[in-house]
């Protein structure tokens, strides 16, 4: 019941900066956990970071001090500043919501940074 799109990804340079969107529609009242996952090619899918309602934020340690996790509830969308880019960063980034139990997952968006 919850649709998540995702949105901002893109080709950076190596130290760039990128800020990715997540739109969520439908029962947007009933989420309460939001976050951002990334998946690089052959690799297992990760958590980035996540937000609750209250705005308590939890990053990985990969990212801590460069990325920065945001939401406006208002707008029922999701932020991921990302600075500082790496090609270690680059994968395909998800969006997240939890209603309890369940979770709903975003189509993606393709990050890559060059060296």
């Known amino acids: 019941q919850v649709q998540l799109v995702e949105s901002g990804g893109g080709l950076v340079q190596s130290g760039g900066s990128l800020k990715l969107s997540c739109a969520a529609s439908?029962?947007?009242?009933?989420?309460?956990?939001m976050g951002w996952y990334r998946q690089a090619s052959g690799k297992e899918r990760e958590l980035v970071a996540t937000?609750?309602?209250?705005?308590?934020?939890n990053y990985a340690d990969l990212v801590k001090g460069r990325f920065t996790i945001s939401r406006d509830n208002a707008k029922s969308t999701m932020i991921l500043q990302m600075n500082s880019l790496k090609p270690e960063d680059t994968a395909v980034y998800y969006c997240?919501?939890?209603?309890?139990?369940?979770?709903?997952w975003g189509q993606g968006t393709q990050v890559t940074v060059s060296s």
């Open positions: 997240r919501a939890w209603v309890r139990a369940l979770s709903y």
């Open positions: 439908g029962s947007v009242f009933s989420v309460n956990v």
């Open positions: 937000i609750s309602s209250g705005g308590s934020t």
